[in-house]
Each structure stands twice: as structure tokens, then as C-alpha cells.
């Protein structure tokens, strides 16, 4: 959501006449776009801004640095306690209003804090002006907030309740981007299977995928995140049945003990979870699931972390993505002794990733030469001759091709597989 952000803000910044440069260097202005969820992506912009700080006491042409997004939101003015060379500290709020405030800073009127009390969600109305470099696939935001308060997690607290934008402005923004040729669209969401249920009118999510499915030269639909709990079997089945939805599915669970589930406030158990996998497996028996875990929430036992293992190891997931727990502000775990050592939450982490790499190994074996579509999104950044794209499952696929690929879906037969790369060829016809 903040990468989305950070499109839209710089295209603002393009249209209001700021230029972008290619390297932090040569900057007047360096706004990081902070992520609250974990603690470790703050710490590395606290750590990365105090770096520019130096650049700034002796380079006069540096002339701002500011902190933007639901980091600044969720610390507010206490972050100038922690950094008060800052000159902007602006939440997701108010990032329309950057440009008008880097003006104001520039004349001399900084620093300037925009934080919402209330935590409104933003106002949603100027996604057109996004980034016109964005080529090949782009995210669209299609509800702010979140209200399902899982004990850990900071975001109810920094992006305020669930909000969804009117369908009609999500399809001009999907048709809009489609027409400059973005061939894979991104819905985005906390909870996306709660799309529209602010509205009251019947209009649900499988609705909104069934409208931008139509789209015509739309190639890719994907979406994230669903929670478990309210992705449903008519979700399912909307993805199975409409052409552009792909076969990806990502079904955070968090824990696969029920103790740590109820803690977290996730509403569901571990039986209610694999249930809906079974079910999402029954319409796209060739899709790919991943997953969310947190490892070392507090209180997590041995067995409940064995818990953990078990479910990795009977769901056996394409990728899991492994958190070690952080207390974030506001948050009821926050209240809780965060009492599981690190070197504990550290070997857990291990664990579940070295498991979780011969999973995904395994599993990417059942592509050795097969034909695979992939969107083909550029060169390498290992090697400028082979060309890297995706295919429908989110799988990255490297193989050498011509630069004119790029922007198109190709076939690719597999020769190679790796836990977390396919190695493919591809022939002119
Ligand atoms: N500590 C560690 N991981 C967290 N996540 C959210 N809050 C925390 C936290 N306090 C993880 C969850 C979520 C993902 C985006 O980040 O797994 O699904
Ligand atoms: Fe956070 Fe839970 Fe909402 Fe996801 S569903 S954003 S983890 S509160």
C-alpha cells in the first residue's frame, strides 16, 4: 500500500513540477515513505535518515528530508524526539498535500506536521495522476483501513476503518491504466473480501473483480489481502470462472496454533483455515497459495510453533512469508510481555524458512517442462541478457530473449527450478 502511495505521489510531484532524480545523492528532497507494521522497516529509515542528516549539516543543496506514510502517522510528533533535523512528517492522509508543503518548507516556513487525530482515511479521488512509468502492471487501492483489530497489528490504528472506494473510480483507474498499456492489475486492500460492505447496497468484491475482469485488453487480475475468515466460497469461485483472475491466492495465517490464534484476535481456528485452502484447492487445483506467519508473538510455546511446522508442512504453500513478532504502538499485544527471547523468535524464523525453501523447491519441481505464459516484465538485475517475468501464479521465471518481449506474455517451456526461480527457454516461432 505504501509502494501504491508512493506512485501516486510521484506522479503529484512530476505534475507540480518537482523533477526526479536518479540517486539519493543528488536530492534536494528525500521523503521516506516509512512502513509501521514491523519494527525492522522503521529502524532501517530511522537508521538510513540519520545517515542523511550528516549529507545535510554540510551539503546545503539537501534541503529537506521528511517521513511520510503510516510510519509518521503511527509516531506523530514524537518522531521529531527522535529526529529533529526532520523538516516533514505527513501521514498517508495528507499526501496530496505534499507538494504544497515541500513549497512552504522551500520558502522557509518548515518543519510541518500533518497528522489526522481521527485517522480519516485519505481522500481517494486523485489516483489518475499516478507515475506514467509505470509500464506493465500497477496497484490499485480499493479500500483503505482495516476493522478487524488483530492483536499485533498497527494498522486499524494508522489507516483508520475499513473505507471502500466506489467501484466507478476503481474501473476508470483500471481502464485508465489498461488504455497506457499496464497489462496486470493489483487490487489492494487489508481485508478485501470486506470490499463494499460499507456501502450497504448488495455490491461485494466478486462483483468488483467481475467488473474490471471485463475490462477488454486487461490480461492479469490479482488481489491481496484476503483474510481467512471472510474469503468465501463464492470468492473462489469468481476466480476460477473469470478469465483475467489469476490462480494466486494469499491466505495469511499467522499461527496454526488455536491458542495464538485467539490471542491474535483472528476469529478463526486452525480446521476453519485448512478448510478453506481444501476449498480453494477444489476450484484452482493448479494455483499457488502463500501465507503470512508470525513467529514469537508472546506466550508462543514449543508445540505451538510445532503447530506451525504442521501446517506448512500439510498446506505446503508456494511462499510464506515469516515475521518475527514486533510490539507495534497502540496495539493490545503491545500490552502483553513481549516474552519470547529473540534468539528464540530467530530460531524459529530459520526453521520455518529452511522448511519453507524445500517446500517451494518440491513444489517448483512440477514445472520441469511444462509450457508456461509469462508476462515479461524486464531484463535481470543479475544479468542484462536474460529476461525475467511472472506467470499467473506469481512465479518468476528467467530465460534469454529479445528486449521486445518486454510488456508482453510469451510462452516459456521450463529446464530448471529452484526454491524460488524457474529457468526457462524460449523460441522464436
Ligand atoms: N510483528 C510482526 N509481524 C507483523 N505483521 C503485522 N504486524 C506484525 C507485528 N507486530 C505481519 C503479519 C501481516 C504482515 C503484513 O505483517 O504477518 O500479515
Ligand atoms: Fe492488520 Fe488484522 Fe487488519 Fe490484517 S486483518 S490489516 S493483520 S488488523
Known amino acids: 500500500m505504501n509502494e501504491y502511495d508512493s ?14 532524480v536518479e540517486s539519493e545523492e543528488s536530492a534536494n528532497i528525500v521523503l521516506f515513505n516509512g512502513c509501521s507494521v514491523r519494527e525492522h522497516a522503521e529502524r532501517r529509515v530511522i537508521g538510513r535518515a540519520g545517515m542523511l542528516r550528516k549529507r545535510k549539516e554540510k551539503d546545503e543543496r539537501l534541503k529537506i528530508i521528511g517521513v511520510i506514510g503510516c510510519m509518521a502517522q503511527a509516531h506523530k510528533e514524537k518522531l521529531f524526539g527522535e529526529m529533529p533535523y526532520l523538516d516533514l512528517i505527513c501521514g498517508p492522509q495528507h499526501i496530496y498535500k505534499i507538494p504544497e508543503y515541500l513549497s512552504e518548507i522551500l520558502a522557509g516556513r518548515g518543519p510541518i506536521v500533518a497528522v489526522d ?39 486499524p490504528y494508522v489507516r483508520g476503518r475499513e473505507t471502500s472506494r466506489p467501484p466507478e473510480m476503481i474501473l476508470k483507474e483500471a481502464d485508465d491504466l489498461v488504455k497506457r498499456g499496464i497489462r496486470e492489475i493489483t487490487l489492494l486492500g487489508q481485508n478485501v473480501n470486506s470490499y463494499a460492505k460499507d456501502f450497504n447496497n448488495g455490491y461485494t468484491f466478486s462483483n468488483l473483480l467481475k467488473e474490471v475482469d471485463a475490462i477488454s485488453d486487461l490480461k492479469r487480475l490479482k488481489f491481496v489481502t484476503s483474510h481467512p475468515k471472510d474469503a468465501d466460497e463464492q470468492m473462489f469461485k469468481a476466480m476460477f470462472k473469470l478469465p483475467t483472475v489469476c490462480e494466486f491466492l494469499h491466505l495469511p495465517i499467522q499461527s496454526g496454533s488455536d491458542e495464538i490464534l485467539k490471542s491474535m484476535n483472528r476469529k478463526y481456528t486452525r480446521d476453519d483455515y485448512l478448510r ?42 508456494d511462499t510464506a512469508y515469516v515475521f518475527k513478532y514486533s510490539p507495534r504502538p497502540h496495539t493490545a499485544a503491545s500490552k502483553m510481555e513481549d516474552n519470547v527471547p529473540q534468539k528464540v523468535k530467530e530460531e524459529r524464523n530459520q526453521i520455518l524458512l529452511n522448511l519453507q525453501r524445500d517446500i517451494s523447491r518440491k513444489n517448483n519441481e512440477k514445472y520441469l517442462n511444462k ?25 518468476t521465471v528467467v530465460f534469454e530473449g529479445p528486449q521486445v518481449l518486454i510488456g508482453k506474455i510469451v510462452e516459456v517451456r521450463v529446464h530448471g527450478t529452484n526454491a524460488s526461480t524457474l529457468l526457462g527457454n524460449w523460441k522464436k516461432i
Open 276 to 317: 478453506k485452502i481444501d476449498i480453494a484447492r477444489r476450484y484452482m487445483p493448479e494455483g499457488a497459495i502463500s501465507t503470512d506467519i508470525i513467529v514469537g508473538y508472546p506466550n508462543e510455546s514449543d508445540d505451538d510453533f510445532k503447530e506451525t511446522l504442521n501446517v506448512l508442512k500439510q498446506v505446503k504453500y
Open 117 to 155: 487525530e481521527d485517522k480519516r482515511p485519505a481522500d481517494r479521488e486523485n489516483h489518475l495522476l499516478r507515475d506514467e512509468n509505470i509500464k506493465i502492471k500497477a496497484y490499485i487501492t480499493i479500500m483503505e483501513g482495516c476493522n478487524n483489530f488483530c492483536s499485533y497489528c498497527v494498522v
Open 7 to 20: 506512485e501516486i505521489l510521484r506522479g503529484l510531484l512530476i505534475k507540480s513540477g518537482f523533477v526526479p
Open 371 to 395: 509450457k508456461l505464459g509469462v508476462l515479461v516484465e524486464g531484463f535481470s538485475d543479475k544479468c542484462d541478457k536474460l529476461l525475467v517475468g511472472k506467470t499467473r501464479t506469481g512465479k
